[in-house]
């Protein structure tokens, strides 16, 4: 049995939630990254609320989630007498079933608007409650302030990679495909067209050369747009002399759980999946993800990329982005400004002074925080693409311009009379500083002859 000891972060989330609490909120988000410890640290507050009387439920939405939740509540020798273990939809399809609670606890609480989770918050609007995530965020782009009532945001990811809390990573985006025609179902990307653009035999070489180039012999999660797209993909490493397994929802749980183990002994290299090992789930093995899911959604992007980042003595980990997620939500250490009301903000491609917030590597596709000339991993020159060029141009001329009206503002406003001005741009800051129309400054100017009839 291993000994509940809290990080200094994660201590100061729960200082922070017992205050928002003090504070008279009573659904409070705690904002945690992937890999922060986010079960760890409210088990060990499920443990104290059960010492003082109270009856909680810790909530998950997936199988997978629930072995994972009882297995780090055994492990910490925490008992079961009043804590309730179990799944969002059984609670709220049979909640007669369970003692009422005194205090809720929601794991990977983004998904707290679905239908399954406000019926179980609607039957209980009293009760206290606790939201975890690492990404606070809705495909929909729907904020989560209708459900939590505060937001509490812990350590950032970069900082917990520079306290060697997670690992460091390098990030490659060879492109394998065309996605630029790629069609939409819903809010993200149609997945069964995705998978067909990356079912073609040349794709399937790409991928397994770059796998070979970069991250060679790592153990290593690829997530792929369809059972169907992830079980030929496993096909194409094993006929590579690859040892790779598909495995998805339906395969039975004793198969899931020896497929990992499996992976932990290394007697798998690569596990193919859709969605099974994203949001929540720990497989600390892991030393590289192959990204071959196009997805507008930063939650599943942030997630994916974060299960390569368990930590491990001499670790770097390795993120292949073939589908070019990194363009459309930055990289995983970015920072990114959550909130209980509004929509996350749509990361920005380039930055104020028009320059890419991301550089790719033309050579080698590492993919980095703008600002260096040379690439940091192969050393080559990196030169401004066209559009940066185009964008620096037009940043530089609306500059020019409005220096320029500026400029000539400043002089108008030492006149006092329209016949003062000295040519149309004048004329026109006058009428306008005047109130007067534009027709006004357009008829004198051409009775003056500033301008032709």
């Known amino acids: 049995m291993q000994e509940l000891k809290l990080r200094p972060y994660q201590t100061d989330a729960l200082h922070r939630t017992r205050e928002a609490f003090r504070s008279g909120y009573r659904r409070p988000l705690v904002v945690l990254p992937c890999g922060a410890g986010k079960t760890v640290l409210f088990a060990y507050m499920a443990s104290q609320s059960q010492a003082r009387g109270k009856t909680v439920w810790f909530l998950v939405h997936r199988r997978e989630l629930l072995d994972q939740t009882i297995a780090t509540f055994k492990r910490f020798g925490i008992p079961l007498r009043t804590i309730h273990i179990g799944m969002v939809a059984t609670y709220a399809n049979h909640p007669e079933r369970y003692p009422k609670p005194d205090f809720i606890i929601f794991d990977e609480a983004h998904f707290s608007m679905a239908a399954t989770w406000q019926k179980l918050i609607n039957l209980y609007p009293d009760v206290y409650i606790v939201g975890l995530t690492a990404t606070p965020c809705r495909l929909d782009g729907k904020p989560l302030g209708t459900t939590y009532d505060t937001m509490v945001v812990g350590i950032s990811t970069r900082e917990l990679i520079q306290q060697g809390y997670l690992s460091n990573y390098r990030y490659f985006a060879p492109s394998v495909a065309d996605l630029s025609g790629l069609k939409r179902k819903g809010s993200d990307f149609d997945p069964e067209s995705a998978a067909e653009l990356l079912m073609q035999r040349a794709v399937y070489g790409d991928v397994i050369g770059n796998y070979r180039k970069y991250a060679n012999g790592l153990q290593t999660i690829c997530y792929c747009s369809s059972i169907k797209h992830s079980m030929a993909m496993a096909e194409e490493f094993q006929k590579a002399g690859i040892n790779a397994v598909h495995f998805d929802g339906n395969t039975p749980k004793a198969e899931r759980t020896r497929i990992?183990?499996?992976?932990?002994?290394?007697?798998?290299?690569?596990?193919?999946?859709?969605?099974?090992?994203?949001?929540?789930?720990?497989?600390?093995?892991?030393?590289?993800?192959?990204?071959?899911?196009?997805?507008?959604?930063?939650?599943?992007?942030?997630?994916?990329?974060?299960?390569?980042?368990?930590?491990?003595?001499?670790?770097?980990?390795?993120?292949?982005?073939?589908?070019?997620n990194y363009t459309r939500h930055g990289l995983p250490d970015d920072s990114r400004e959550w909130s209980l009301d509004s929509k996350l903000p749509q990361h920005k491609e380039y930055k104020a002074d028009g320059t890419l917030a991301v550089t790719q590597c033309p050579e080698c596709f590492f993919t980095f925080p703008s600002g260096s000339d040379h690439c940091p991993n192969c050393g080559a020159?990196?030169?401004?693409t066209r559009q940066e060029i185009r964008n620096i141009k037009k940043i530089h001329m609306e500059e020019i311009k409005r220096q320029y009206r500026q400029?000539?503002?400043?002089?108008?406003?030492?006149?006092?009379?329209?016949?003062?001005?000295?040519?149309?741009?004048?004329?026109?800051?006058?009428?306008?500083?005047?109130?007067?129309?534009p027709g006004y400054g357009y008829y004198y100017a051409r009775s003056k002859g500033m301008i032709r009839a």
């Open 260 to 324: 990992v183990q499996d992976f932990r002994d290394k007697k798998i290299q690569i596990l193919c999946n859709v969605d099974l090992i994203s949001v929540g789930f720990d497989v600390p093995d892991c030393w590289c993800c192959i990204l071959l899911r196009p997805t507008m959604s930063t939650a599943l992007a942030i997630q994916q990329a974060g299960r390569a980042l368990r930590p491990q003595p001499g670790k770097t980990a390795i993120i292949l982005d073939h589908v070019g």
């Open 381 to 384: 020159e990196i030169k401004k």
């Open 407 to 437: 400029k000539t503002a400043a002089a108008v406003h030492e006149k006092s009379d329209i016949s003062e001005c000295r040519n149309m741009s004048e004329v026109m800051a006058w009428c306008k500083q005047n109130g007067k129309k």
